[in-house]
C-alpha cells in the first residue's frame, strides 16, 4: 500500500507560480511511476504531468511548456513547478503513482491516489 500526501497548493494570480510536491510512503520498493491529474466542478480528472523511475516526463498539451515535473528518488517525492498559471489551470490537484507511466495516462492505469490540493488562479 502506498500512501500519497500533497502540498503545496493555494491562490495565485494569472501569470503567477505555484509548485506542489507529493511524497509518497509504503510499497516504495516498487518502483512507480509518478503523475499528477487534476478536477474542475463537474469534470472528471484529467491527464496533467507524468514521470517515470529514471525521469522521462510526459505533459499534457495544455501545461507543455508552462509546468515541469520531477522526482527526487531518494526522498520518495514529487514535484510540479507551475509557472504562467492560467485562470482554466484552477483545479483540485492529485498525485497518482502508476506501474503504467505513459503519455495521456488513463484514471484505471493508476494505482495510487493523492487526497488531492486545491489550486486557484485567480484572473
Known amino acids: 500500500q502506498v500512501q500519497l500526501v500533497e502540498s503545496g497548493g493555494g491562490l495565485v494570480q494569472a501569470g503567477g507560480s505555484l509548485s506542489l510536491s507529493c511524497a509518497a510512503s509504503?510499497?516504495?520498493?516498487?518502483?512507480?511511476?509518478m503523475a499528477w491529474f487534476r478536477r474542475t466542478p463537474g469534470k472528471e480528472r484529467e491527464f496533467v504531468a507524468a514521470?517515470?523511475?529514471?525521469?522521462?516526463?510526459y505533459y499534457a498539451d495544455s501545461v507543455r511548456g508552462r509546468f515541469t515535473i520531477s522526482r527526487d528518488n531518494v526522498k520518495n517525492t514529487v514535484y510540479v513547478q507551475m509557472d504562467n498559471l492560467k485562470p482554466e489551470d484552477t483545479a483540485v490537484y492529485y498525485c497518482?503513482?502508476?506501474?503504467?507511466?505513459?503519455?495521456?495516462?488513463?484514471?484505471?492505469?493508476?494505482?495510487?491516489w493523492g487526497q488531492g490540493t486545491q489550486v486557484t488562479v485567480s484572473s
Open positions: 514521470i517515470s523511475w529514471s525521469g522521462v516526463t
Open positions: 509504503g510499497g516504495t520498493s516498487i518502483r512507480y511511476g
Open positions: 497518482a503513482a502508476t506501474r503504467s507511466v505513459r503519455n495521456g495516462l488513463r484514471i484505471p492505469e493508476v494505482d495510487y
